[in-house]
């Protein structure tokens, strides 16, 4: 995630916290992680709990970090109260049945490709994908198919994906066993779920989604990919709701083998999953489904109305659902474009001066987590910090439209490609290699270029254009 390294110059500790990190100055994470959790700052970024102890259960972590022992259950066993739990959280999200992970949505994406797809197969992907979809390409080797959106303007970021353009992909590679959409995005647009659903049941495909930032749609009135049609849905409970980090579930419909969804969260996951998470996951759930939903509720309206501040008394320009009628209502995107600063400008100066941190910032936009556990002294911060740092910005041309990626040529599989011998070379020499790892500016964590792609001289153009800060080296194969 975008982050600044210290913290900001509006830190105050009082003598008593000093005291209490000093026998800590040796464990150098920790000490870090404790300056930020005793400074001042407002945090719109996941986890969604904001370091805020909502529930007194979480106030001795170390208390309840049990093993598989009498009483507490076995995760992939699906026995004793974590099965009882996960039971009660498919009712909650409207699946038929429901996991949970303790190694985020990156061991869901595996585990549903591994059930859905398996060793060898075809998968349809919405190209605005995360980069453990290619992990899952290269370790079971599957062939990606790809399909894009357009650009949504001025913000530079992914619109609407077309179930037509899908269709035709499938159409012309029967082979392709399963599509994967991410929705909601990064950026909160939300994808036609029901519409691709329809379309995966009439070529006799599977629909899988990843929900990673949507596991609060419940709480705001919406329902989850599962609910609306999806056959597997995989939800970061940690991104948006108050879980510790790590904490995800996949989502199941009636019809999926069960036993191997199951089997396989075993095989990407730890044999040691930790308690702690499993049981944050369960508090989550129950909280949301509970008081947590009226705290939810006020968030989306307290989002809307940030939108309609920032729209109304800034020079910034907020996603809304007049640009895109579906979107997360807990996200707030706003862009930079059309004014003298790039969203990574907006994020540093939000940070420095005020003590504001962003989950992500490109070079257009910077974007922010509203979960229960923001205070409206955050809130005020963010509004006052936006509105000020407005006030000095001048107003410039649009910046013309983005270009999408240009389409790559596939030489290698993936599998191939990542397992074949390496070397990293500067973007500007890559022209005509193969590319061996995905090229992947982070966040939002979505490869421009996967393995076993060709290079062309109009890729390394616009990394040079957009990216060249951030893709110093490409690993490319060379032999």
């Known amino acids: 995630m975008f982050r600044r390294k210290q913290p900001h110059s509006h830190t105050q500790l009082s003598h008593r916290q000093i005291n209490r990190l000093l026998p800590f100055t040796n464990a150098p994470l920790f000490h870090a992680l404790q300056l930020l959790a005793t400074g001042d700052s407002a945090r719109f970024h996941m986890p969604g709990h904001k370091g805020e102890p909502l529930f007194n259960s979480y106030a001795e972590v170390f208390a309840i970090d049990f093993t598989e022992t009498y009483g507490t259950g076995n995760l992939y066993l699906g026995d004793g109260p974590i099965r009882d739990a996960e039971v009660a959280a498919a009712r909650y999200f409207g699946a038929s049945d429901c996991f949970f992970l303790t190694g985020g949505s990156t061991q869901g994406i595996l585990s549903v490709l591994a059930t859905a797809v398996g060793r060898g197969g075809a998968v349809l992907l919405d190209r605005e994908c995360h980069k453990s979809v290619c992990h899952a390409c290269a370790l079971l080797d599957i062939t990606p198919y790809f399909f894009s959106a357009p650009v949504l303007e001025p913000f530079g970021i992914s619109g609407a994906l077309a179930p037509a353009d899908a269709e035709r992909q499938l159409i012309d590679h029967p082979e392709i066993r399963a599509v994967l959409l991410t929705s909601p995005t990064y950026y909160g647009v939300r994808r036609a779920i029901p519409a691709f659903a329809d379309l995966c049941r009439a070529y006799g495909k599977q629909l899988l989604v990843d929900a990673a930032h949507g596991a609060h749609f419940p709480a705001v009135g919406l329902p989850t990919p599962v609910a609306e049609g999806a056959d597997m849905a995989v939800l970061s409970i940690h991104k948006t709701l108050p879980c510790l980090g790590q904490g995800a579930v996949v989502l199941s419909a009636k019809g999926v083998d069960k036993h191997a969804l199951r089997e396989n969260t075993a095989l990407f996951g730890t044999s040691s999953p930790s308690y702690p998470i499993m049981a944050s996951i369960d508090l989550a759930r129950a909280y949301t489904e509970g008081p947590g939903r009226a705290a939810y509720r006020r968030a989306a309206e307290t989002c809307g109305e940030l939108r309609e501040y920032v729209l109304r008394r800034t020079g910034f320009t907020p996603l809304t659902m007049e640009d895109f009628p579906a979107l997360d209502p807990c996200r707030l995107t706003v862009c930079t474009a059309g004014t003298d600063v790039t969203g990574h400008q907006l994020a540093d100066m939000l940070w420095s001066e005020c003590g504001v941190a962003c989950e992500m910032a490109d070079d257009r936009n910077v974007v922010f987590i509203l979960t229960c556990a923001d205070p409206a002294t955050a809130v005020h911060r963010l509004r006052r910090g936006l509105r000020r740092i407005s006030r000095r910005r001048s107003e410039e041309v649009l910046p013309p439209a983005a270009e999408p990626f240009p389409p790559a040529e596939r030489v290698l599989s993936v599998r191939d490609a990542?397992?074949?011998?390496?070397?990293?070379?500067?973007?500007?020499?890559?022209?005509?290699?193969?590319?061996?790892?995905?090229?992947?500016?982070?966040?939002?964590?979505?490869?421009?270029?996967?393995?076993?792609?060709?290079?062309?001289?109009?890729?390394?153009?616009?990394?040079?254009?957009?990216?060249?800060?951030?893709?110093?080296?490409?690993?490319?194969?060379?032999?």
């Open 418 to 479: 990542w397992f074949s011998k390496t070397g990293r070379v500067q973007p500007a020499a890559a022209e005509g290699l193969v590319c061996a790892r995905p090229v992947t500016p982070y966040p939002p964590g979505v490869p421009l270029l996967w393995p076993g792609e060709k290079i062309t001289r109009a890729h390394i153009e616009l990394i040079r254009k957009r990216w060249y800060n951030e893709i110093g080296e490409i690993t490319v194969v060379i032999g």
